[in-house]
């Protein structure tokens, strides 16, 4: 049996105004979680559909558990599962009944209070779905593609809208996921989650992958310990007066300054120092570690929230 869950080679697909994936190579190892991180429209959610079996690529090789679509696609239909970015369902469908009805449609099944039970649904099994929060909707989705008890499970925004307490409630249900062996490919444009769940994963930019590795790797690979933001209350400063008087690097983003710094502690008598010379109006400053979201600003020179 080969370690791969999943093998991409050179996927591309066009639509009349966009290349949405241009080129994409990828594998994914059995048992592990795998992201896909991006912004919106980074062509994340084609890759996933185009691997899925709901889009058709113009060109390359998809390769599920070892099996391709278009001699085994009734086999990987039987082995994965799939949680789109919205699921409907019938307003007066209950949970209970919404797994019932989708498990009959498998040879091979897992029980409905079992999965009620892995989701945290068992209080709300039979109330109707329109009854549901959002994040116990999207833990019922989870549920409905846990259900024909699937090798690798596919996760499109899994999290995209829920409230944070939710957000870690679904971190949970893909932990467990990865506890019981299964193979969970993600895609999220959230780099806190992609850092927290995932054991390797890709950056994706128009429709191309520009780094992969493990949460860690990437950002040791940046060779950027820690960065010093100054943010403002109102409208923000020119910013060449202070990184003239400092003397370093200053970026200026959404609503705050970023200066990447080897040795904070160092660095920061002199920020003040400056800051103080040129009555700089700032808020207040903070020091952080690097994270994905610099990786992807140092590869692009925009932020994923751009």
């Given at each position: 049996?080969?370690?791969?869950?999943?093998?991409?080679?050179?996927?591309?697909?066009?639509?009349?105004?966009?290349?949405?994936?241009?080129?994409?190579?990828?594998?994914?190892?059995?048992?592990?979680?795998?992201?896909?991180?991006?912004?919106?429209?980074?062509?994340?959610?084609t890759?996933?559909?185009?691997?899925?079996?709901?889009?058709?690529?113009?060109?390359?090789?998809?390769?599920?558990?070892?099996?391709?679509?278009?001699?085994?696609?009734?086999?990987?239909?039987?082995?994965i599962?799939?949680?789109?970015?919205?699921?409907?369902?019938?307003?007066?469908?209950?949970?209970?009944?919404?797994?019932?009805?989708?498990?009959?449609?498998?040879?091979?099944?897992?029980?409905?209070?079992?999965?009620?039970?892995?989701?945290?649904?068992?209080?709300?099994?039979?109330?109707?779905?329109?009854?549901?929060?959002?994040?116990?909707?999207?833990?019922?989705?989870?549920?409905?593609?846990?259900?024909?008890?699937?090798?690798?499970?596919?996760?499109?925004?899994?999290?995209?809208?829920?409230?944070p307490?939710?957000?870690?409630?679904?971190?949970?249900?893909?932990?467990k996921?990865?506890?019981?062996?299964?193979?969970?490919?993600?895609?999220?444009?959230?780099?806190?989650?992609?850092?927290?769940?995932?054991?390797?994963?890709?950056?994706?930019?128009?429709?191309?992958?520009?780094?992969?590795?493990?949460?860690?790797?990437?950002?040791?690979?940046?060779?950027?310990p820690?960065?010093?933001?100054?943010?403002?209350?109102?409208?923000?400063?020119?910013?060449?007066?202070?990184?003239?008087?400092?003397?370093?690097?200053?970026?200026s983003?959404?609503?705050?300054?970023?200066?990447?710094?080897?040795?904070?502690?160092?660095?920061?008598?002199?920020?003040?120092e400056?800051?103080?010379?040129?009555?700089l109006?700032?808020?207040?400053?903070?020091?952080?570690?690097?994270?994905?979201?610099?990786?992807?600003?140092q590869?692009?020179?925009?932020s994923?929230?751009?």
């Amino acid at each position: 049996m080969s370690e791969l869950a999943l093998e991409i080679i050179g996927l591309r697909k066009a639509f009349p105004k966009v290349v949405a994936v241009d080129g994409v190579d990828l594998e994914v190892r059995r048992g592990e979680v795998f992201g896909l991180l991006g912004p919106n429209g980074a062509g994340k959610t084609t890759t996933l559909e185009m691997v899925e079996g709901l889009q058709q690529p113009d060109a390359g090789e998809i390769r599920v558990l070892g099996l391709d679509w278009k001699r085994h696609a009734q086999e990987i239909r039987t082995r994965i599962g799939v949680q789109l970015q919205a699921t409907s369902l019938f307003n007066k469908i209950t949970p209970r009944e919404a797994l019932n009805l989708l498990g009959g449609y498998y040879p091979k099944r897992r029980g409905t209070d079992e999965l009620l039970d892995l989701v945290q649904l068992q209080e709300k099994a039979d109330a109707y779905h329109i009854t549901l929060s959002g994040g116990q909707m999207q833990r019922l989705a989870l549920a409905l593609a846990l259900v024909n008890d699937p090798e690798i499970v596919f996760l499109d925004e899994p999290t995209t809208g829920l409230d944070p307490q939710a957000r870690r409630g679904l971190w949970d249900v893909v932990r467990k996921m990865k506890a019981e062996g299964r193979t969970v490919v993600l895609t999220t444009h959230y780099m806190d989650e992609a850092e927290a769940l995932c054991d390797r994963l890709a950056i994706v930019d128009h429709g191309k992958v520009i780094a992969r590795g493990t949460p860690r790797s990437l950002i040791s690979d940046l060779g950027l310990p820690s960065v010093m933001e100054l943010s403002f209350e109102n409208e923000m400063p020119d910013v060449a007066p202070f990184a003239s008087r400092l003397g370093m690097a200053v970026e200026s983003r959404d609503g705050h300054w970023e200066i990447p710094a080897d040795d904070p502690k160092a660095v920061l008598p002199r920020l003040l120092e400056a800051a103080e010379a040129i009555g700089l109006p700032y808020q207040q400053v903070h020091i952080r570690r690097a994270t994905l979201e610099d990786v992807f600003l140092q590869r692009t020179g925009r932020s994923l929230r751009d």
